[in-house]
Structure formats: structure tokens, C-alpha cells
T-cell receptor, first 117, second 116 residues
Framework: AQKITQTQPGMFVQEKEAVTLDCTYD???????LFWYKQPSSGEMIFLIY??????QNATEGRYSLNFQKARKSANLVISASQLGDSAMYFC??????????????FGTGTQLKVEL | NAGVTQTPKFQVLKTGQSMTLQCAQD?????MYWYRQDPGMGLRLIYY???????DKGEVPNGYNVSRLNKREFSLRLESAAPSQTSVYFC???????????????FGPGTRLTVL
């Protein structure tokens, strides 16, 4: 069984600063994918970034980067130059990419990020 | 493209009532999913359909049934609603695309269900 742990229920960051949101995972699979989604107060789920378990380089998408440390089973999201619009709930999720996995996602409990002036 | 649409947006039920949540996607995706989101628990998978004609249980299937009506539509039915089913329900879809690595799930706007 796969498990995602997000230990920070809430985080504060000042505008223009960088922030790291923690995510650790547990799986016995060799092939898996890690995702981060953003959920603003309006409720929709927005895909941010993906990292495959065999990727040697950390994923980056604009101001988002994923600090992937496979041996430590961590996949932390780094947001650079925070903006007020980054205030939202952030979810880490894992996908089983073994054959027959069904592309299912297992989500963590989320981190509520508040960006302050 | 509308993406993933869900109806209704809000619903209040009494204990024991039944209802069906509708979901449709216009992205020609093979796979569709139903999640529920409860405070402090993240999203949990209820049922999924890897392709038209197939459905499988997720983490929390008890009290729910699903129908994959066609490639576009995937409905979730509560036969006898209970207060424990008060939640926000999300439908999602995805597709394994050649040359794409993430094949991320696309989510609908959610249905907020209250069972009294």
C-alpha cells in the first residue's frame, strides 16, 4: 500500500520569499510518480508538477520545483518568489506506475499555505 | 472545451435518501475517477474506471455504486445516504498519452453534499 505524509498542516511565508512544503512517501513499488496539486479557496484542483521515480533530475515548472530525494523518500515542493495568489491548500500525491496500477492517486492530507505581505 | 463537469454543485439530502452525482468529460479520456474530500483527510478514491465498461473499487467504496455509462460519463450513486457521506465529491479523468510522462488527472469543480 502507498502512503503520503504531509506533516505541515499550515505554513506562512512572506511575499517574494521562497517556501518549501514537505512530502514524504512510502511504497514498495519501483515505478511510481509524484504529483503536487494546488487547491485555492474556490475549490478546484490544479496540477502543478510531476516527478517520475526514475527521473534523475528534479522537476521544475516555472516558480515550482520538486526536491526529489529518492533514498529519503521525500518529494518536497519548493515555491520561489511567493505571490499572494499562491495562498492555497497544497496536496502531494503518488501514482502507482506498475503494470495494472490504474493510474490511481493516493493523496496526502495537505498543507495550507498563506502568503503574507 | 469544458474539461470535466459535475452536477449538481450543491445538494442536501436527508438520511436514507438516494441520489446520483453526474460527471462528464470532453477530453476523450479513457480513465475516470471519483474521490471524496473530508476536512483533514485529503482526497480519497471511492471508485475508478480504467476504461469504458470497467469499474474498480478504490479506498472507500462502501455505500457507493458507480456506472460508466459511456466513455464520457461516469456517475456515482448513493443508494441510502448517511451523515458520514457528507463530503465534497470530485470527479477526475486522465489518459495515458504517448510521449507524455505526467498524464495528470484533470478534476471537476466538485459537488458539496450534505446529509442531514
Amino acid at each position: 500500500a502507498q502512503k503520503i505524509t504531509q506533516t505541515q498542516p499550515g505554513m506562512f511565508v512572506q511575499e517574494k520569499e521562497a517556501v518549501t512544503l514537505d512530502c514524504t512517501y512510502d511504497t514498495s513499488d519501483q515505478s511510481y510518480g509524484l504529483f503536487w496539486y494546488k487547491q485555492p479557496s474556490s475549490g478546484e484542483m490544479i496540477f502543478l508538477i510531476y516527478q517520475g521515480s526514475y527521473d534523475e533530475q528534479n522537476a521544475t515548472e516555472g516558480r515550482y520545483s520538486l526536491n526529489f530525494q529518492k533514498a529519503r523518500k521525500s518529494a518536497n515542493l519548493v515555491i520561489s518568489a511567493s505571490q499572494l495568489g499562491d495562498s492555497a491548500m497544497y496536496f502531494c500525491a503518488m501514482r502507482d506506475e506498475e503494470a495494472g496500477g490504474g493510474n490511481k492517486l493516493t493523496f496526502g492530507t495537505g498543507t495550507q499555505l498563506k502568503v503574507e505581505l | 472545451n469544458a474539461g470535466v463537469t459535475q452536477t449538481p454543485k450543491f445538494q442536501v439530502l436527508k438520511t436514507g435518501q438516494s441520489m446520483t452525482l453526474q460527471c462528464a468529460q470532453d477530453m476523450n479520456h479513457n480513465s475516470m475517477y471519483w474521490y471524496r474530500q473530508d476536512p483533514g483527510m485529503g482526497l480519497r478514491l471511492i471508485y475508478y474506471s480504467a476504461s469504458e465498461g470497467t469499474t474498480d473499487k478504490g479506498e472507500v467504496p462502501n455505500g457507493y455504486n458507480v456506472s460508466r455509462l459511456n466513455k464520457r460519463e461516469f456517475s456515482l450513486r448513493l443508494e441510502s445516504a448517511a451523515p458520514s457521506q457528507t463530503s465534497v465529491y470530485f470527479c477526475a479523468s486522465s489518459e495515458r498519452l504517448a510521449g507524455s510522462r505526467s498524464d495528470e488527472q484533470f478534476f471537476g469543480p466538485g459537488t458539496r453534499l450534505t446529509v442531514l
